[in-house]
C-alpha cells in the first residue's frame, strides 16, 4: 500500500508544540496566578516569549519574521492559553492587529511596521469595535476626514486588547457616513501619534492580565500612506481578518480547556473518598471521557481550519474559510466553557476557591465565547454562508 500521510500536524509542527510547552511550564505557568490576582500585564510571558521568537511567529521571513503557518500560530498560542489565557493575547493579538497590513497593506507599510513586530520590538493591536458598535461593527461612528494629503481621526475605539501595551493600532474609520460599511477605511495608528490616549483598564472576570482599554483618538493627523488598502475596504478588510483570527481565539479556547482537564486528571488520581480515588468511580470517569472527546473534536475542526486559512493565505481561494473559521470559534469556545466548568465541578470545593488554577480558567474561557465576535454572530455567519 503507498504511503498515506496522516491527516494530523507534521513532525515540525510537534516539535513546535513541545517547545512551546516546555518554555510555558518553565516562564508563564509560574506567574499566570499572580497576573490574574494583580490584574498586571504578564511582561514575563512577553519576554519569554520574545526571547524565543515565539511572540508573532506569523509574520512573514521578508519582514524579519519566522514565516510560521497558521497551524503554528495557532499550536503556539494554544499552548500559551494552556498554562496563561492573558499570556496568549501577545500572540494572538500580534497576529490580529498585522494581518490587515499582510491581507491588504501596501508593500512600504508592511515594511515599515512588521519588522518591529516580528523582532518583538512592538506589539500590534486591532481596534474595531466602539461602546455603541459591537456586534454591528459597520455602525461606527469614528471618522476619518480627509486633510490635504492626510487623514485626522477623531472618535473612541472600546475594548482594545493590549491597548497601552502596544505600539501599533489598525483603526477602522468612518471616511465616507452616506455609504455604510463600504464607507469605512482602515489606517495604522501610533501611540506616540499626537492626540492618541487611551481609558483605564476595564475591570473583567476574566484574562485579567491582558489589558482591555479604550483608543482615544482627539484629532489624530496621520498620513495618506498609512491607510490600509483602497478608502473604503477597510470594513472587508476587517471582516476578512476575522477570517483568520477566529481561528486563533478557538486555539487559545482549546488550551484552556486542555489545561484545565490536565489539571483535573491530575486531581482525580489524587484525591480519595469512599476509601478510593474519585477517579475510579464511573461518573468520575464518563465526565473526564466527555471532556477529553469534545475537545479533540473542536481542536480537529480548529486545525482543519487553520490549514484553510494557511491555503488562503497563500493565495488559494478557499470558498469555505468564513463558515469553518466561524464554526471553529463557536464550538471551541463553547467547549472551553464546559470543560472547564466540569474540571471545577471535578475538583468539588477545592475546585472553587482561588487556591487551584480551574476556577480561574473557567472565567478566561467565557471570554472566548464574546470576542471576536460573538458565538451568536458566529452562528449568524455560518448561516448566512448556508443560505447565501
Ligand atoms: N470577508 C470579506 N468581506 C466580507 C466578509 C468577509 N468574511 N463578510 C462580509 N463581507 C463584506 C460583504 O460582502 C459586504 O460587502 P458588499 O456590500 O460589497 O457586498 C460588507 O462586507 C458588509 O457585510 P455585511 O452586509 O454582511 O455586514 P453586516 O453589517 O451585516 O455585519 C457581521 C456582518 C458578520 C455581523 C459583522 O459585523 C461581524 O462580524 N460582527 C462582529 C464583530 C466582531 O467580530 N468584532 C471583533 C472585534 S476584535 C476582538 O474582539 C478582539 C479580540 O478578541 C482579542
Ligand atoms: P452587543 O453587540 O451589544 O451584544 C449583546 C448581546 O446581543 C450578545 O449576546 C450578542 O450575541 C447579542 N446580539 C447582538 N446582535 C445580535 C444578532 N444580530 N443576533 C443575535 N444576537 C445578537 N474589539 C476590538 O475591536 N478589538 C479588541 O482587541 C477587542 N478585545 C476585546 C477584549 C475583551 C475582554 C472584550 C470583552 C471585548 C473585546 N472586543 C474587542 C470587543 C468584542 O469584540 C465585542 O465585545 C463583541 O464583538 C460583542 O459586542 P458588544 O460587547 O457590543 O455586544
Not at 507534521?10 to 513546535?16: P, R, T, W
Not at 476626514?145 to 487623514?151: A, H, L, P
Not at 479604550?214 to 481578518?241: H, S, W
Request: aromatic share 6%; with cysteine.
Amino acid at each position: 500500500m503507498s504511503d498515506f500521510p496522516m491527516y494530523a500536524p507534521s513532525e515540525e509542527h510537534e516539535l513546535l508544540r513541545a517547545t512551546v510547552r516546555e518554555l510555558a511550564e518553565a516562564k508563564i505557568a509560574p506567574f499566570a496566578a499572580e497576573v490574574d490576582e494583580e490584574s498586571r500585564f504578564p511582561q514575563e510571558a512577553l519576554d519569554a516569549l520574545v526571547g524565543h521568537g515565539l511572540h508573532a511567529v506569523h509574520v512573514p521571513e521578508e519582514y524579519g519574521g519566522v514565516g510560521g503557518d497558521a497551524l503554528a500560530a495557532a499550536i503556539v498560542i494554544e499552548e500559551v492559553a494552556r498554562v496563561c489565557a492573558s499570556s496568549s493575547l501577545i500572540p494572538a493579538v500580534n497576529k490580529l492587529g498585522t494581518v490587515p497590513l499582510l491581507l491588504a497593506g501596501s508593500p512600504e507599510l508592511r515594511e515599515r511596521y512588521l519588522g518591529p513586530v516580528a523582532s518583538g520590538e512592538a506589539m500590534f493591536s486591532y481596534a474595531l469595535s466602539e461602546a455603541e458598535a459591537g456586534s454591528d461593527a459597520a455602525g461606527m461612528r469614528t471618522r476619518a476626514v480627509r486633510d490635504g494629503d492626510g487623514w485626522v481621526l477623531d472618535g473612541v475605539k472600546s475594548w482594545i486588547t493590549n491597548a497601552g501595551e502596544s505600539r501599533y493600532y489598525t483603526v477602522m474609520a468612518v471616511t465616507d457616513p452616506e455609504k455604510g460599511a463600504g464607507g469605512i477605511s482602515a489606517f495604522v495608528v501610533e501611540a506616540g501619534d499626537p492626540g492618541v490616549s487611551f481609558g483605564p483598564k476595564e475591570r473583567k472576570l476574566g484574562i485579567k492580565g491582558s489589558p482591555t482599554r479604550q483608543v482615544v483618538l482627539e484629532g489624530v493627523r496621520v498620513p495618506g500612506d498609512r491607510m490600509i488598502g483602497a478608502e473604503g475596504t477597510g470594513f472587508k478588510t476587517a471582516l476578512a481578518t476575522l477570517d483568520h483570527t477566529r481561528i486563533t481565539i478557538a486555539a487559545q479556547a482549546l488550551g484552556i480547556a486542555q489545561g484545565a482537564l490536565d489539571f483535573a486528571l491530575g486531581y482525580v488520581r489524587e484525591r480519595r473518598q469512599f476509601g478510593r480515588p474519585v477517579g475510579d468511580f464511573q461518573g468520575v470517569r464518563f465526565m473526564l471521557a466527555d471532556m477529553a472527546m469534545r475537545l479533540e473534536g473542536a481542536r480537529q475542526l480548529t486545525y482543519h481550519a487553520a490549514v484553510k486559512s494557511e491555503r488562503a493565505m497563500r493565495g488559494e481561494r478557499v470558498a469555505d474559510l468564513t463558515l469553518v473559521s466561524s464554526a471553529c470559534k463557536a464550538l471551541a469556545s463553547d467547549v472551553a466553557m464546559d470543560v472547564t466548568t466540569d474540571a471545577v465541578q471535578l475538583l468539588g470545593g477545592y475546585g472553587y476557591t482561588r487556591d487551584f488554577p480551574v476556577e480561574r480558567m473557567m472565567r478566561d474561557a467565557k471570554i472566548t465565547q464574546i470576542y471576536e465576535g460573538t458565538n451568536q454572530i458566529q452562528r449568524l455567519v455560518i448561516a448566512r454562508q448556508l443560505l447565501g
